[in-house]
């Protein structure tokens, strides 16, 4: 499973440039970076070598498309994240066919992702936090997403997105979803294990007592 960053902060991404597949961004987080956007988005562009996506803002297919061929030349590993909605399915079956991947956002039903992939989508991304805040389940939706590209063979990617816990990131890959993208915090506590730093202490402290 790929691993994603889900950031716009060029220290966090820098950070773990080399060992990450892709990173994500959305206009939240892009005001987090409280920088100029396309400026930002260019640094991150040139700091990791996997898909960057980065979201249009327009709400009508022709605006989305119009944002998007913009947006896309500002390097070779942009990915445009389209909202999902009849506009947004529209503008992806277009970008597609110019050859401009996509990644549908704001996901939250088996039924949308169908729409996603049927458009040829390269991405799309069910945001399972978001689900699970409302007592939903958000990992039965990729179960299902990804149940439904099997039985057709569609090869849009599987995002799982808006994750808030390591065990997110588990549950994703013992379903098979293809990436996800994680913020930072979660990022770096799953290299994390308190019986690893117990295990290093232990045998750093015994490793003394060997008589060199
Ligand atoms: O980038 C999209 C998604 O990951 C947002 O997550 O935490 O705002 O629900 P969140």
């Known amino acids: 499973m790929k691993i994603f960053l889900d ?4 220290e966090e991404i820098r950070e773990l440039a080399d060992l990450i597949d892709g990173v994500t ?3 939240t987080l892009v005001a987090r ?11 991150i562009c040139g700091l990791v070598a996997g898909p960057v996506s980065v979201e249009v803002t327009a709400l009508d297919a022709e605006g989305m498309v119009h944002e998007a061929r913009e947006l896309a030349k500002i390097a070779d590993n942009v990915v445009i994240k389209i909202p999902m909605g009849k506009e947004g399915i529209r503008a992806v079956k277009k970008l597609e066919a110019e050859g401009i991947p996509t ?3 704001l996901v939250f039903s088996p039924a949308q992702a169908l ?3 049927k458009a040829g989508a390269s991405y ?3 945001f399972v936090g978001r689900i699970d805040d409302r007592a ?3 990992m039965e939706l990729v179960s299902q997403i ?3 590209y099997e039985n057709y063979g569609f090869e849009t990617e599987v995002i799982v997105a808006s994750v808030r816990h390591v065990r997110h990131v588990v549950e994703a890959a013992l379903l098979g979803a293809h990436i996800a993208t994680v913020p930072y915090a979660v990022a770096v506590k799953l290299f994390d294990h308190p019986l690893t730093d117990e295990g290093i202490k232990r045998f750093l402290s015994d490793w003394e007592k060997v008589p060199r």
Do not use: M
């Open 7 to 10: 950031t716009a902060l060029v």
């Open 25 to 27: 961004t959305n206009p």
């Open 33 to 43: 970076a409280g920088r100029p956007f396309v400026e930002v988005v260019r640094e």
């Open 103 to 105: 990644n549908v956002t």
């Open 115 to 117: 729409w996603a992939a």
């Open 124 to 126: 799309v991304s069910p």
């Open 136 to 138: 939903g389940d958000g």
């Open 146 to 148: 990804l149940q439904i």
